[in-house]
């Protein structure tokens, strides 16, 4: 098997397979809804449609759709420090740019 189906493979399992464990992990009585929380930070992608192309397997989201940038990067590292959901999300967000950076610059292109 080749790198992209690998790469694809571990890409889906970061977004929709891992975040059960985080739920798990750090918010067991509530993994449920937790688990739900992180799926929903998924809605970060949003911000592809405004790119033309939509997607292009040799552009990396980070650094180049908004909700993807720098700065939005750091107001979910600032979520950190709050309670409640907004930790959730601002953790799912973090995930999520990690997994997209290591999609895009970890593997094959």
């Given at each position: 098997?080749?790198?992209?189906?690998?790469?694809?493979?571990?890409?889906?399992?970061?977004?929709?397979?891992?975040?059960?464990?985080?739920?798990l992990i750090?918010?067991?009585?509530n993994w449920?809804?937790?688990?739900?929380?992180?799926?929903?930070?998924?809605?970060?992608?949003?911000?592809?449609?405004?790119?033309?192309?939509?997607?292009?397997?040799?552009r990396g989201?980070?650094?180049?759709?908004?909700?993807?940038?720098?700065?939005?990067?750091?107001?979910?590292?600032?979520?950190?420090?709050?309670?409640?959901?907004?930790?959730?999300?601002?953790?799912?967000?973090?995930?999520?740019?990690?997994?997209?950076?290591?999609?895009?610059?970890?593997?094959?292109?």
């Amino acid at each position: 098997m080749d790198c992209f189906f690998w790469k694809t493979c571990v890409h889906y399992f970061l977004h929709f397979i891992f975040p059960v464990f985080i739920a798990l992990i750090f918010y067991r009585e509530n993994w449920k809804k937790v688990y739900l929380i992180l799926l929903a930070t998924m809605l970060v992608d949003l911000d592809h449609l405004f790119a033309n192309p939509i997607f292009d397997p040799n552009r990396g989201s980070i650094g180049f759709h908004f909700l993807h940038s720098y700065y939005a990067i750091a107001v979910y590292f600032l979520m950190l420090f709050f309670k409640g959901n907004i930790r959730i999300i601002g953790i799912g967000l973090l995930f999520h740019m990690l997994t997209d950076f290591q999609d895009f610059n970890l593997w094959c292109h």
